[in-house]
Protein backbone atom coordinates (compact mmCIF):
# COMPACT_ATOMS: atom_id res chain seq x y z
CA UNK A 1 0.00 0.00 0.00
CA UNK A 2 1.39 3.34 -1.28
CA UNK A 3 1.76 6.40 1.24
CA UNK A 4 -1.31 8.96 0.88
CA UNK A 5 -1.90 12.09 2.43
CA UNK A 6 -5.54 12.18 0.34
CA UNK A 7 -6.38 8.53 1.52
CA UNK A 8 -6.16 6.86 4.74
CA UNK A 9 -7.32 3.44 4.55
CA UNK A 10 -6.12 2.10 7.81
CA UNK A 11 -7.93 5.63 9.52
CA UNK A 12 -11.29 4.36 7.57
CA UNK A 13 -11.24 1.02 8.63
CA UNK A 14 -10.35 1.74 12.12
CA UNK A 15 -13.50 4.17 12.46
CA UNK A 16 -15.80 2.01 10.28
CA UNK A 17 -14.62 -0.64 13.28
CA UNK A 18 -15.32 1.63 15.94
CA UNK A 19 -19.02 2.89 14.70
CA UNK A 20 -19.72 -0.77 14.30
CA UNK A 21 -18.68 -1.18 18.00
CA UNK A 22 -20.64 2.23 19.01
CA UNK A 23 -23.18 0.76 16.97
CA UNK A 24 -23.34 -2.06 19.43
CA UNK A 25 -22.60 -0.65 22.54
CA UNK A 26 -26.03 1.29 22.09
CA UNK A 27 -28.16 -1.70 21.35
CA UNK A 28 -26.48 -3.36 24.51
CA UNK A 29 -27.43 -0.30 26.01
CA UNK A 30 -31.09 0.12 25.31
CA UNK A 31 -31.58 -3.75 26.67
CA UNK A 32 -30.08 -3.05 30.03
CA UNK A 33 -32.47 0.36 30.34
CA UNK A 34 -35.86 -1.00 28.82
CA UNK A 35 -34.74 -4.82 29.82
CA UNK A 36 -35.71 -5.98 26.75
CA UNK A 37 -34.21 -7.49 23.69
CA UNK A 38 -37.02 -6.80 21.24
CA UNK A 39 -38.91 -3.27 22.04
CA UNK A 40 -39.14 -2.03 18.73
CA UNK A 41 -40.19 -3.57 15.46
CA UNK A 42 -36.70 -2.44 14.10
CA UNK A 43 -34.98 -4.78 16.50
CA UNK A 44 -37.43 -8.13 15.37
CA UNK A 45 -40.68 -7.81 13.31
CA UNK A 46 -42.06 -10.67 13.83
CA UNK A 47 -40.92 -11.09 17.88
CA UNK A 48 -42.25 -8.06 18.39
CA UNK A 49 -45.86 -8.20 16.25
CA UNK A 50 -46.61 -11.80 18.48
CA UNK A 51 -45.59 -9.94 21.55
CA UNK A 52 -47.97 -6.95 20.90
CA UNK A 53 -50.84 -9.34 19.87
CA UNK A 54 -50.47 -11.31 23.14
CA UNK A 55 -50.22 -8.10 24.98
CA UNK A 56 -53.33 -6.69 24.21
CA UNK A 57 -54.40 -10.54 24.82
CA UNK A 58 -53.22 -9.97 28.66
CA UNK A 59 -55.62 -6.51 28.61
CA UNK A 60 -58.40 -8.40 27.19
CA UNK A 61 -57.87 -10.73 30.70
CA UNK A 62 -57.46 -7.80 32.88
CA UNK A 63 -60.61 -6.54 31.75
CA UNK A 64 -61.87 -10.79 32.35
CA UNK A 65 -60.82 -10.35 35.55
CA UNK A 66 -62.48 -7.03 36.55
CA UNK A 67 -65.92 -8.46 35.34
CA UNK A 68 -65.45 -11.66 37.25
CA UNK A 69 -64.53 -10.11 40.45
CA UNK A 70 -67.43 -7.46 40.24
CA UNK A 71 -70.16 -10.66 39.48
CA UNK A 72 -67.88 -12.51 42.44
CA UNK A 73 -68.91 -9.68 44.80
CA UNK A 74 -72.37 -9.27 43.69
CA UNK A 75 -72.75 -13.08 44.48
CA UNK A 76 -71.41 -13.32 47.45
CA UNK A 77 -73.05 -10.32 49.24
CA UNK A 78 -76.46 -12.14 47.77
CA UNK A 79 -75.00 -15.70 49.56
CA UNK A 80 -74.59 -13.67 52.57
CA UNK A 81 -78.00 -12.38 52.46
CA UNK A 82 -80.17 -15.51 51.36
CA UNK A 83 -78.15 -17.88 54.08
CA UNK A 84 -79.64 -15.25 56.71
CA UNK A 85 -82.82 -15.21 55.36
CA UNK A 86 -82.21 -18.68 55.77
CA UNK A 87 -81.77 -18.48 59.76
CA UNK A 88 -84.64 -16.71 59.98
CA UNK A 89 -86.99 -18.62 58.59
CA UNK A 90 -85.77 -21.12 60.89
CA UNK A 91 -86.41 -19.35 63.49
CA UNK A 92 -89.95 -18.12 62.47
CA UNK A 93 -90.42 -22.18 62.25
CA UNK A 94 -89.71 -22.27 65.69
CA UNK A 95 -91.86 -19.59 66.91
CA UNK A 96 -94.48 -20.99 64.68
CA UNK A 97 -94.70 -24.35 66.27
CA UNK A 98 -94.58 -22.39 69.96
CA UNK A 99 -97.60 -20.63 69.12
CA UNK A 100 -99.30 -23.36 67.59
CA UNK A 101 -98.94 -25.42 70.89
CA UNK A 102 -103.26 -25.65 72.30
CA UNK A 103 -101.70 -25.68 75.89
CA UNK A 104 -100.20 -21.83 75.99
CA UNK A 105 -102.53 -18.89 76.91
CA UNK A 106 -103.46 -16.02 75.15
CA UNK A 107 -100.65 -13.39 76.53
CA UNK A 108 -97.67 -16.37 75.51
CA UNK A 109 -99.07 -16.48 72.08
CA UNK A 110 -99.16 -12.52 71.84
CA UNK A 111 -95.65 -12.08 72.82
CA UNK A 112 -94.45 -14.75 70.53
CA UNK A 113 -96.48 -13.27 67.30
CA UNK A 114 -94.73 -10.26 68.57
CA UNK A 115 -91.16 -12.41 67.94
CA UNK A 116 -92.37 -13.78 64.73
CA UNK A 117 -93.74 -10.27 63.36
CA UNK A 118 -89.90 -8.97 63.90
CA UNK A 119 -88.67 -12.12 62.30
CA UNK A 120 -90.67 -11.47 59.12
CA UNK A 121 -89.94 -7.73 58.74
CA UNK A 122 -85.93 -8.84 59.11
CA UNK A 123 -86.42 -10.38 56.11
CA UNK A 124 -87.18 -7.11 53.89
CA UNK A 125 -84.68 -5.60 55.78
CA UNK A 126 -82.00 -8.13 54.31
CA UNK A 127 -83.46 -8.28 51.31
CA UNK A 128 -83.10 -4.59 50.56
CA UNK A 129 -79.45 -4.54 52.28
CA UNK A 130 -78.02 -6.78 49.60
CA UNK A 131 -77.02 -4.63 47.27
CA UNK A 132 -73.66 -4.72 45.66
CA UNK A 133 -73.05 -1.75 43.22
CA UNK A 134 -76.39 -1.33 41.91
CA UNK A 135 -77.44 -4.52 41.57
CA UNK A 136 -79.46 -6.89 44.08
CA UNK A 137 -80.05 -10.86 43.31
CA UNK A 138 -82.63 -10.86 46.42
CA UNK A 139 -85.02 -8.28 45.43
CA UNK A 140 -87.16 -8.96 42.86
CA UNK A 141 -86.07 -6.52 39.63
CA UNK A 142 -83.02 -5.62 41.46
CA UNK A 143 -80.94 -6.78 38.38
CA UNK A 144 -79.18 -10.04 37.14
CA UNK A 145 -75.42 -10.34 36.87
CA UNK A 146 -73.49 -11.03 33.72
CA UNK A 147 -69.91 -11.20 33.59
CA UNK A 148 -67.11 -11.88 30.87
CA UNK A 149 -65.70 -15.25 31.23
CA UNK A 150 -63.59 -15.18 28.55
CA UNK A 151 -62.37 -13.52 25.37
CA UNK A 152 -63.69 -16.91 23.37
CA UNK A 153 -66.22 -15.49 20.30
CA UNK A 154 -69.32 -17.65 20.54
CA UNK A 155 -69.85 -16.40 16.87
CA UNK A 156 -68.35 -17.09 13.55
CA UNK A 157 -69.13 -13.60 12.03
CA UNK A 158 -66.78 -11.36 13.38
CA UNK A 159 -69.56 -8.35 13.12
CA UNK A 160 -71.59 -9.96 15.47
CA UNK A 161 -68.89 -10.83 18.07
CA UNK A 162 -70.43 -12.24 21.75
CA UNK A 163 -67.79 -12.91 23.81
CA UNK A 164 -68.37 -16.00 26.24
CA UNK A 165 -69.83 -15.17 29.76
CA UNK A 166 -72.01 -16.28 32.78
CA UNK A 167 -75.02 -15.17 34.35
CA UNK A 168 -76.21 -15.13 37.53
CA UNK A 169 -80.48 -14.71 37.84
CA UNK A 170 -82.17 -13.06 40.43
CA UNK A 171 -83.65 -14.66 42.80
CA UNK A 172 -86.34 -12.83 44.31
CA UNK A 173 -86.21 -13.97 48.11
CA UNK A 174 -89.40 -10.55 48.73
CA UNK A 175 -92.02 -11.54 51.32
CA UNK A 176 -94.93 -13.10 49.44
CA UNK A 177 -93.19 -14.49 46.60
CA UNK A 178 -92.47 -17.41 44.76
CA UNK A 179 -89.62 -18.68 46.91
CA UNK A 180 -90.54 -17.03 50.50
CA UNK A 181 -94.01 -17.54 50.28
CA UNK A 182 -94.76 -15.53 54.07
CA UNK A 183 -96.90 -12.83 53.38
CA UNK A 184 -95.72 -9.09 54.05
CA UNK A 185 -98.36 -9.79 56.68
CA UNK A 186 -98.10 -13.41 58.10
CA UNK A 187 -98.48 -13.48 61.36
CA UNK A 188 -99.24 -16.71 63.93
CA UNK A 189 -101.31 -14.79 66.39
CA UNK A 190 -103.90 -17.80 66.33
CA UNK A 191 -103.24 -21.26 66.93
CA UNK A 192 -104.48 -22.15 63.78
CA UNK A 193 -102.72 -18.96 61.49
CA UNK A 194 -99.57 -20.79 63.50
CA UNK A 195 -100.45 -24.49 61.79
CA UNK A 196 -100.98 -22.72 58.47
CA UNK A 197 -97.53 -20.84 59.18
CA UNK A 198 -95.49 -24.03 59.71
CA UNK A 199 -96.68 -25.31 55.97
CA UNK A 200 -95.82 -22.00 53.91
CA UNK A 201 -92.06 -22.10 56.52
CA UNK A 202 -91.64 -25.75 55.39
CA UNK A 203 -92.28 -24.29 51.91
CA UNK A 204 -90.30 -21.71 52.11
CA UNK A 205 -87.32 -23.73 53.45
CA UNK A 206 -87.39 -26.11 50.29
CA UNK A 207 -87.51 -23.02 48.06
CA UNK A 208 -84.52 -21.30 49.90
CA UNK A 209 -82.53 -24.28 49.56
CA UNK A 210 -82.97 -24.23 45.65
CA UNK A 211 -81.90 -20.48 45.94
CA UNK A 212 -79.11 -20.99 48.00
CA UNK A 213 -78.28 -24.02 45.93
CA UNK A 214 -78.33 -21.87 42.90
CA UNK A 215 -75.91 -18.73 43.99
CA UNK A 216 -73.49 -21.15 45.71
CA UNK A 217 -72.91 -23.16 42.18
CA UNK A 218 -72.44 -19.25 40.82
CA UNK A 219 -70.29 -18.05 43.44
CA UNK A 220 -67.75 -21.08 43.04
CA UNK A 221 -68.11 -20.83 39.08
CA UNK A 222 -67.37 -17.27 39.22
CA UNK A 223 -64.50 -18.00 41.46
CA UNK A 224 -62.57 -21.19 39.44
CA UNK A 225 -63.00 -18.62 36.45
CA UNK A 226 -61.13 -15.99 38.15
CA UNK A 227 -57.97 -18.55 39.07
CA UNK A 228 -58.08 -19.77 35.24
CA UNK A 229 -57.84 -16.40 34.45
CA UNK A 230 -55.74 -15.83 36.51
CA UNK A 231 -52.92 -18.42 35.70
CA UNK A 232 -53.60 -17.49 31.68
CA UNK A 233 -52.91 -14.44 32.41
CA UNK A 234 -49.54 -15.35 33.93
CA UNK A 235 -49.08 -17.62 31.63
CA UNK A 236 -49.38 -15.15 28.43
CA UNK A 237 -47.30 -12.29 30.03
CA UNK A 238 -44.05 -15.24 30.80
CA UNK A 239 -44.92 -16.05 26.95
CA UNK A 240 -44.11 -12.13 26.34
CA UNK A 241 -41.30 -12.20 28.25
CA UNK A 242 -39.37 -15.27 26.67
CA UNK A 243 -39.99 -13.62 23.29
CA UNK A 244 -39.23 -9.90 23.81
CA UNK A 245 -37.35 -9.87 27.57
CA UNK A 246 -32.85 -9.48 27.54
CA UNK A 247 -31.20 -11.88 29.61
CA UNK A 248 -29.15 -8.99 31.26
CA UNK A 249 -26.49 -11.64 32.65
CA UNK A 250 -25.69 -11.91 29.36
CA UNK A 251 -26.24 -8.61 28.35
CA UNK A 252 -24.00 -7.61 31.15
CA UNK A 253 -20.98 -9.51 29.38
CA UNK A 254 -21.50 -7.89 26.12
CA UNK A 255 -21.74 -4.81 27.61
CA UNK A 256 -18.15 -5.27 29.41
CA UNK A 257 -16.49 -6.93 25.94
CA UNK A 258 -18.02 -3.50 24.14
CA UNK A 259 -16.45 -1.05 26.29
CA UNK A 260 -12.95 -2.96 26.01
CA UNK A 261 -13.33 -2.95 22.04
CA UNK A 262 -14.52 0.77 22.28
CA UNK A 263 -11.19 1.99 23.70
CA UNK A 264 -9.25 -0.46 21.64
CA UNK A 265 -11.49 0.90 18.55
CA UNK A 266 -10.24 4.71 19.68
CA UNK A 267 -7.19 3.71 20.00
CA UNK A 268 -6.24 2.02 17.13
CA UNK A 269 -8.02 5.26 15.13
CA UNK A 270 -5.69 7.40 16.76
CA UNK A 271 -2.65 5.26 15.54
CA UNK A 272 -4.08 5.16 12.01
CA UNK A 273 -4.45 8.77 12.04
CA UNK A 274 -0.73 9.29 12.91
CA UNK A 275 0.19 7.80 9.55
CA UNK A 276 0.16 10.77 7.09
CA UNK A 277 2.65 12.79 9.29
CA UNK A 278 5.50 9.67 9.00
CA UNK A 279 5.41 11.27 5.20
CA UNK A 280 6.77 14.30 6.51
CA UNK A 281 10.15 12.32 7.41
CA UNK A 282 10.17 11.11 3.53
CA UNK A 283 11.33 15.17 2.61
CA UNK A 284 13.85 15.66 5.45
Not at 247 to 257: P, V
Request: no cysteine; net charge negative; glycine share 8%.
Amino acid sequence: MGFSVNTNLGAMAALQSLSDTNRNLAQVQTRINTGLSVSSTKDDSASFAIAQTLRSDVGGLKAVSSSLNRAKSVTDVAVAGAEQISDVINQMKAKAYQSADAGIDANSRAAINQDFVALRDQITTIVNSSEFNGTNLLKSGGGTVTALQSLKDGDSVAANYQPDSLSVANQALDLGGSVVTVGATGQVDTQANAQAMIDTLTTTQSNLATSLSTLGAASRKIEAQQTFTSKLSDVVEAGIGNLVDADLAKESAKLQALQVKQQLGVQALSIANQAPSTIISLFR
